[in-house]
């Protein structure tokens, strides 16, 4: 079992700097996203650009309480903004080098709904793309990096892998409804088949999450506990309502049973060896 390190040194200007802008920065994306995303009486996401983005908009379209996962994330957002901004955490290296990308997450999804909201489906794409890559890098440097305290790793760990995993799904998400409104048709294989191949993407990616993150349960464990959440609830969205397709239900379902278990099986060999 890893023990945590905790070299550190003297915080600087700097570090107050950061975590002070974080914190400040946090506040304001997450208010701004909460009263872009309708939680206070606006217009709700599924009803902004003319629909594209509701439950059953398409057949990744996932099912309305999966969107649910957005209180949690913002929770945890929220939590490690008021830790990561706590005195004695200025010269933490793990804060240190996600900090900042944290902070650039939260204001793209900020930024994320602004877009739905002005009608930009495409553009929505573009934003989300970039989200997935910022998150990415925190994902890397985490793994990476060693734990230098339980409850702050816990926080940073466990956040930043739902974030990564939902936004995963969510971005497979937003691309097969920009392809929609972009009216590019079936692309020759039809909305189910594309549906099956992107769902099989989905789950590579999660196999992928796994493999890399092997030795740093406390992060993959979260990203797919999120993935399995979204593709799950893509599965279950296909079941019922005016968008049934069997297929795509079956797939999405196997999807999330990989999403679910990859990270177990990847950390149980990791310990092994």
């Not at 701004?32 to 309708?38: D, E, K, N, P, Q």
């Not at 409104?181 to 088949?193: N, P, Q, R, Y």
């Amino acid at each position: 079992m890893e023990t945590a390190l905790d070299t550190r040194s003297p915080a600087t200007t700097r570090d107050r700097v950061r975590q002070v802008t974080v914190l400040v920065g946090a506040i304001v994306a997450i208010g701004g996203a909460a009263i872009g995303s309708g939680a206070f009486g606006g217009q709700p996401i599924a009803d902004a650009a003319d629909g594209a983005l509701s439950a059953t908009a398409t057949p990744l379209a996932p099912d309305t309480p999966a969107f649910s996962i957005w209180s949690l994330i913002y929770l945890g957002l929220g939590v490690f903004a008021v830790v990561q901004a706590l005195p004695r955490q200025g010269a933490d290296p793990r804060l240190r080098a996600v900090s900042w990308w944290v902070l650039a997450s939260m204001l793209l999804n900020a930024l994320w709904i602004a877009v739905v909201q002005a009608g930009s489906v495409g553009g929505s794409v573009v934003v989300i793309l970039a989200l997935l890559a910022v998150l990415a890098v925190v994902f890397v440097k985490l793994v990476r990096l060693a734990h230098t305290g339980v409850a702050t790793s816990l926080v940073t760990d466990t956040t930043t892998g739902l974030y990564l995993g939902w936004v995963s799904v969510a971005t497979l998400a937003n691309i097969a409804a920009f392809l929609t409104v972009a009216d590019v048709g079936e692309l020759g294989l039809g909305a189910t088949a594309w549906s099956v191949i992107v769902l099989a993407a989905g789950a590579a990616l999660s196999v992928a999450y796994a493999v890399f993150g092997r030795g740093r349960p406390s992060v993959i464990v979260p990203v797919g506990l999120a993935m399995a959440w979204g593709l799950g609830w893509i599965g279950l969205g296909r079941t019922n309502g005016p968008l049934v397709d069997e297929t795509v239900a079956t797939a999405a379902f196997v999807a999330a049973a990989i999403a679910l278990l990859a990270p177990l099986v990847t950390t149980f060999s990791a310990r092994r060896r």
